[in-house]
């Protein structure tokens, strides 16, 4: 009980470091020079998860940034966004937006991660990708529709263009209201990640209010 106490007040210890300090561009976070343009509803902030479902360490990052998610409020949209560098990076993000167009993503995602990083499936095949959807309620054909979908490949296109005006080189990451870039080496943990951000956030709506 007493090692429990100890974990939650250093966890509290952490929060209050990180809400205490003045936020830093070019060391908690990286200020874009050109903002990328969000998309939410007027008067929302977006928050942009990059992840790669292959990625250990977006794996990681997805306890403690669900946790966060959760404490969001309502003028706060969260948006995830599959990173695209070739290759599996590129067949995971056609899955995403696949499972998206398929209505079944929401469900999916946490099992897509755990497929590959607790079972040991690497989910680059195609008629793997499909046998897996099929476990969310659409057939193996509507799945292997949905993956060769120009709707989808477009979504891909638009993800890999969105990355690079994110000047992204890496994941995971967290973009906030389209400017501030998130890292786990600029926050200096992936534990850190969402409290940066949280200040951003913070950040952002006085300066809408001013």
């Given at each position: 009980?007493?090692?429990?106490?100890?974990?939650?007040?250093?966890?509290?210890?952490?929060?209050a470091?990180?809400?205490?300090?003045?936020?830093?561009?070019?060391?908690?976070?990286?200020?874009?020079?050109?903002?990328v343009?969000?998309?939410?509803?007027?008067?929302?902030?977006?928050?942009?998860?990059?992840?790669?479902?292959?990625?250990?360490h977006?794996?990681?990052?997805?306890?403690?940034?669900?946790?966060?998610?959760?404490?969001?409020?309502?003028?706060?949209?969260?948006?995830?966004?599959?990173?695209?560098?070739?290759?599996d990076?590129?067949?995971?993000?056609?899955?995403?937006?696949?499972?998206?167009?398929?209505?079944?993503?929401?469900?999916?995602?946490?099992d897509?991660?755990?497929?590959?990083?607790?079972?040991?499936?690497?989910?680059?095949?195609?008629?793997?990708?499909?046998?897996?959807?099929?476990?969310?309620?659409?057939?193996?054909?509507?799945?292997?529709?949905?993956?060769?979908?120009?709707?989808?490949?477009?979504?891909?296109?638009?993800?890999?263009?969105?990355?690079?005006?994110?000047?992204?080189?890496?994941?995971?990451?967290?973009?906030?209201?389209?400017?501030?870039?998130?890292?786990?080496?600029?926050?200096?943990?992936?534990?850190?990640?969402?409290?940066?951000?949280?200040?951003l956030?913070?950040?952002?709506?006085?300066?809408?209010?001013?």
């Amino acid at each position: 009980m007493f090692k429990t106490l100890m974990v939650a007040m250093a966890g509290l210890g952490l929060s209050a470091a990180v809400s205490a300090q003045e936020l830093v561009a070019g060391q908690q976070y990286e200020l874009l020079e050109t903002p990328v343009e969000t998309h939410v509803e007027d008067g929302q902030i977006e928050v942009t998860e990059v992840f790669w479902f292959g990625c250990p360490h977006c794996y990681r990052l997805q306890t403690p940034v669900n946790e966060w998610y959760e404490t969001l409020d309502d003028d706060v949209s969260v948006v995830h966004m599959p990173a695209t560098m070739g290759g599996d990076w590129n067949t995971h993000a056609t899955a995403f937006y696949a499972a998206e167009s398929l209505g079944i993503e929401d469900e999916l995602h946490a099992d897509f991660f755990n497929a590959i990083h607790q079972e040991k499936q690497s989910l680059t095949d195609p008629d793997d990708i499909a046998e897996f959807f099929a476990n969310y309620g659409v057939s193996e054909e509507e799945a292997k529709q949905a993956l060769t979908a120009f709707s989808v490949r477009s979504e891909v296109n638009k993800a890999n263009s969105r990355m690079r005006e994110m000047r992204l080189m890496g994941v995971p990451a967290l973009v906030v209201d389209g400017r501030y870039v998130v890292t786990p080496s600029s926050a200096g943990s992936l534990e850190n990640m969402p409290q940066v951000a949280d200040e951003l956030i913070k950040q952002v709506r006085a300066e809408r209010a001013e």
